[in-house]
């Protein structure tokens, strides 16, 4: 997959039931030891996960499981 200009922002919809999980994986390659990546899971418009990276190839990996 090539290069996503940044802040970008994914919606879709998934009928789930508890205890299901959902993990997104958001990383840089390349970065500097300055960069960041944040990613954030939101359910029904509220935020319930994020996780925040940094440094060259930094990895922001948010795992939500559905009625945690």
């Given at each position: 997959?090539?290069?996503?200009?940044?802040?970008?922002?994914?919606?879709?919809?998934?009928?789930?039931?508890?205890?299901?999980?959902?993990?997104?994986?958001?990383?840089?390659?390349?970065?500097?030891?300055?960069?960041?990546?944040t990613?954030?899971?939101?359910?029904?418009?509220?935020?319930?996960?994020?996780?925040?990276?940094?440094?060259?190839?930094?990895?922001a990996?948010?795992?939500?499981?559905?009625?945690?």
């Amino acid at each position: 997959m090539g290069a996503t200009p940044l802040p970008a922002t994914y919606r879709f919809k998934r009928t789930m039931k508890q205890g299901d999980n959902l993990t997104i994986l958001a990383s840089l390659s390349g970065g500097t030891a300055a960069s960041e990546i944040t990613c954030a899971i939101l359910l029904d418009g509220k935020e319930v996960k994020k996780e925040t990276g940094r440094g060259v190839n930094a990895q922001a990996v948010p795992v939500y499981v559905i009625g945690q």
